[in-house]
């Protein structure tokens, strides 16, 4: 297994190297699984795959605001990414792969974040599941729920309120996740830039900021992401880890800034 330590980039490059690493264990360029740790800078929002970019966001404010979105490669719904720590997990499935099918992968994901926030002294536990979402007023024609406005099984928990999420994509027998924790308030920014009238976001934030949580009162503002790599590291002893873009040429990815 590989742990890559990754570091900052934009919504877009973030994507990029994920549908990269997706796409280098496809053809086989990669065999092992890979854990890529990362965060957002310049800060933005991605969607998941299936969603309508037209739907979820009022692109004309968001396009004139400057702020950047992108499409996962992943399902799930829409994030807001600025306070978090953020990680992907490219691996194929069965044999010497990161579970024996995608059921079992998502589980020993959730396992491995909630132990290392665990040992980080966050009190996290593991979720038996919410159901809808109920974050975001919502009408036929209108966006979805935000991502951490429902608590899916096995994602973690800090009382109830959900504090991290995973979105995971299956082609063939090769498997995707991406995920966020949070470490701050900043993900209910969403609400700001979602097509609901103006008068509904006050309401809507507050709706998103009953059922999630964050890991700030533990960990401080804006902790370093090498504290999630070294907790992964000790959970993970045989892995080979690789930092920023020595991973990239490691893994021979096709990425340009």
Known sequence: MILWHDGAHGPRENMRRDAALLEAILCGR??????????FAPRGITLGRSQEPARELDLARVDASGLEWATRPTG????????????????PLGGEGWAADATAAYA???ELLANALQRLGVPV???????RGVGVPREPSGP??????????HELTITGRKIAGIAQRQIGSVLLQQGSILLGDSHLELVDWI???PQARADARERLNEVSSHAAPWLGAR????????GCAALLPLADRLMGEEGAAVLGLPIAE
């Open 30 to 39: 990669v065999v092992t699984p890979v854990l890529r740790l990362f965060h």
């Open 76 to 91: 799930g719904r829409a994030i807001f990414h600025d306070e978090e720590w953020t990680f992907s997990l490219a691996s």
């Open 144 to 153: 979805a729920a935000p991502c951490f406005a429902s608590t899916a099984r």
């Open 108 to 110: 020993r994901t959730c």
């Open 125 to 131: 536990e593991t979720s038996a599941g919410s159901g």
């Open 195 to 197: 097509p609901i009238p």
């Open 223 to 230: 902790p370093d992401l090498g504290l999630l790599a070294e």
